[in-house]
């Protein structure tokens, strides 16, 4: 048996639809009969169909075309894509507090989302809502399984969404569209495969444009959409960039994405137990397989429906598979199936493996309780730290050059205090001597406004008469608005002339 940690040994990488030997995911030796061959649908890498899936044996990729399928769960997965694109595509021109929703001023480092403002300095956060996302995608594969990968990836959303109604809409249905792409040298199919590229690359060019507004907002995107390359050359490569990329992933790279490149995928043997709910083929009612009617037989009629309508091309009957996005199309194709023998739905079905082998499903278990209170402790600790951020940022810095001057018997210090609006609204900041303060302090511009998600920096000097200064000492200097107030201090520096004489 392949463990699937490991470099492929095989074209197929393969989890076991069934445990017996051992729990969790990926132990399992093949099933066998009573003479001892190997039985259909085990998992024994011999027993395999060669060829099937989307790597074939000689490692080249097998390009699937997917047949199409209706039932319930293509409806509710066509709501989810169409509503998770309409969503997408939205979120930069609903206004949030005079600001896009999300809006991610990368070239002025301020970053607008859902009506708050972040800058730089806030940077941090980003680890918060980084591994909140992780542990709410852990949480969710452990209850649901691969649920993100069949209904919300982007991945998969745009390419049955967008990029597979268009190779539908020019090369037909699955049997047209695999004569086609074997008929490479006829015309018919050369002009299609030439349609479908260009169609591709204007859908792709659509996708670049809105995550482009994301970055420079939708006026600052028809701006540009309204002059000449020329005139914003950067803005214009990174479109070109991200239009080739989304061009890769979903024309050309496709299902060997999720095979082959994405981490979380490569991580499901260790994400999944028995108890996470899985896309499962019930061998215990479908095996052994045979003709509709024939003697003997389980409720799997070896149709292959399951398997023309996989968009990775794989064989649903041979066992939980890492190639598995768990988009749901196998589950309606055998319920149609099994709608037409007149026989129960759910031969393919959402099942955790244990509840595929008869057993009962176990939801509330340690690796859950772990996941969903990491998630808590990590929501609670973001909310805390977002409660707690400061609306401005304010330091004291001593002027570049000599750290003190001596004038007529008196010490000077020169600083600025660094301030910087972190609110999407102008703030004015009252700067006055702090607590502490041992110096005279000099502040030509006592009262500054400081335009949204700006700085400023603003002057100060500190003064000690020469016979009054014994060593370093304080300098601090209060900053109010008229939501807040903090301190920030630096140290005044000098000697007096007959010391350094
Ligand atoms: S669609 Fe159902 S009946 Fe047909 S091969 Fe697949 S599991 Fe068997
Ligand atoms: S095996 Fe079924 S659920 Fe998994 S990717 Fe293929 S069609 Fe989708």
């Known amino acids: ?27 399992r030796a093949p099933e066998r009969d009573a003479d001892g061959a190997v039985r259909a649908g085990s998992f024994d890498d011999d027993a395999f169909i060669p060829g099937a899936g989307s790597l074939g044996r000689d490692g080249k990729r097998l390009r699937p075309y997917p047949a199409d399928v209706r039932g319930r769960f ?29 809006f991610l001023d990368v070239e002025r480092r301020v970053f607008y989302l859902f009506g708050a403002t972040f800058n730089a300095q806030d940077l941090w956060l980003a680890f918060f809502l980084l591994s909140g996302f992780g542990f709410g995608l852990l949480c969710v594969t452990a209850l649901l ?60 060019f659509l996708v670049a444009h809105v995550f482009l507004a994301y970055f420079v907002s939708l006026p600052g995107l028809f701006a540009m959409m309204s002059t000449r390359p020329r005139a914003h050359p950067e803005a214009f490569a990174w479109m070109l960039g991200t239009t080739a990329l989304v ?35 019930d061998v215990r009612r479908g095996e052994p397989r045979g003709k509709a009617g024939a003697a003997d037989t389980g409720d799997c009629v070896d149709c292959k429906r399951c398997v023309v309508v996989c968009p990775t091309g794989i064989d649903i009957r041979e066992g939980l598979q890492l190639d598995c996005i768990a988009c749901t199309a196998c589950i309606d194709a ?28 176990r939801v509330l278990r ?13 929501f609670v600790v973001a909310a805390v730290a977002a409660r707690g951020r400061e609306p401005f940022e ?22 600025e205090v660094h ?40 002057p100060i000097f500190a003064t000690v008469p020469e016979d009054h200064f014994a060593g370093p000492r304080p300098v601090v200097v209060r900053i109010r608005t008229d939501r807040s107030q903090r301190e920030v201090r630096a140290t005044f520096l000098g000697a007096r002339a007959a010391e350094v004489r």
């Open 394 to 415: 304010a330091n004291l810095l001593r002027l570049p050059g000599a750290p003190y001057t001596r004038d007529a018997g008196v010490l000077r210090n020169g600083f």
């Open 145 to 204: 399984g691969r649920a993100w990968c069949g209904w919300a990836c982007p991945q998969t959303v745009f390419t049955e969404a967008v990029f597979r109604p268009i190779e539908r809409l020019v090369n037909g249905p699955r049997n047209e569209a695999l004569r086609r792409a074997s008929a490479t040298a006829s015309a018919d199919a050369v002009v299609r495969r030439v349609v479908t590229h260009a169609l591709y690359a204007v859908a792709a």
């Open 366 to 378: 340690p690796r859950l309780v772990a996941y969903a209170t990491l998630l808590v402790v990590g």
């Open 1 to 27: 048996m392949a463990n699937v940690d490991s470099p492929r040994p095989s074209p197929k990488r393969r989890l076991p639809l069934v445990d017996d030997a051992a729990p969790g995911v990926g132990s």
């Open 334 to 361: 055998c319920d149609e199936v099994m709608d037409r023998l007149d026989r129960p739905r759910g031969l393919v079905r959402y099942d955790s493996l244990r509840g595929l082998r008869g057993e009962k499903r």
């Open 247 to 281: 061009y890769v992933a979903f024309a050309v790279f496709r299902e060997q994405f999720c095979v082959v490149m994405c981490p979380y995928g490569r991580l499901q043997s260790v994400l999944l137990d028995d108890d996470a709910l899985v896309v499962g083929y």
């Open 419 to 458: 301030l910087v609006n972190k609110e999407s609204a102008p703030m004015t900041f009252v700067l006055e001597p702090g607590d502490g303060n041992q110096a005279d302090l000099v502040i030509p511009i006592a009262t500054v406004e400081v335009a949204a998600t700006t700085s400023r920096r603003i």
């Open 74 to 102: 293509v409806r509710a997965r066509r709501v989810v894509y169409y509503g998770l694109i309409v969503l997408w595509a939205a979120l930069p021109w609903i206004p949030i507090g005079g600001h896009p929703a999300v």
